[in-house]
């Protein structure tokens, strides 16, 4: 059975990543994924200074998956799916960089869905990662946005990072 979490400094390879996850239940008749990237800022504000020119993403081991782990049991407590994949990467991303995977299988797309987006909007409030952004001013750590405080109310949950 694969692992539900990874956490890992290299990038990953979304078709397999999928693939594997089908493989192993064959009742799946819906996949949902979501891959988040670096974006660079500039290409949004057309500003050289909010370039976003790396980012580097740290984790406390074991504390990060295990928090992960709950995301997901908490997922299955509220939507009818098989299986869920995580991975999640640190270290230094550049621009483009893929930085997140959430993969999501059940029997219909629905429930597919709501538990990726569910699990994509915890891991933005919940999971304990910690963001420095490098822009042409400096190095600087990312706050919590207000935004996914609210994106995670809507599940019912109070986030407490703002």
Request: net charge negative; aromatic share 8%; proline share 2%.
């Amino acid at each position: 059975m694969t692992q539900r979490v990874a956490i890992q400094a290299a990038d990953f390879d979304v078709a397999a990543e999928i693939q594997t996850l089908r493989a192993e239940d064959l009742r799946v008749g819906a996949v949902c994924s979501f891959v988040g990237t670096v974006r660079d800022t500039r290409a949004l504000t057309g500003q050289a200074q909010d370039e976003v020119q790396a980012m580097e993403l740290e984790h406390y081991p074991g504390m990060t998956e295990k928090s992960i782990e709950a995301m997901i049991d908490e997922a299955h407590q509220r939507f009818d799916f098989y299986g869920a994949r995580v991975v999640h990467r640190v270290g230094r991303l550049l621009p483009a960089d893929q930085i997140v995977l959430v993969v999501v299988t059940s029997a219909h797309r629905g429930e597919s869905f709501k538990a990726c987006e569910f699990l994509m909007d915890y891991l933005k409030t919940q999971a304990p990662f910690w963001k420095k952004e490098q822009t042409p001013q400096g190095a600087q750590w990312v706050d919590a946005r207000v935004s996914d405080d609210a994106a995670l109310a809507r599940w019912g949950i109070t986030a407490t990072n703002s």
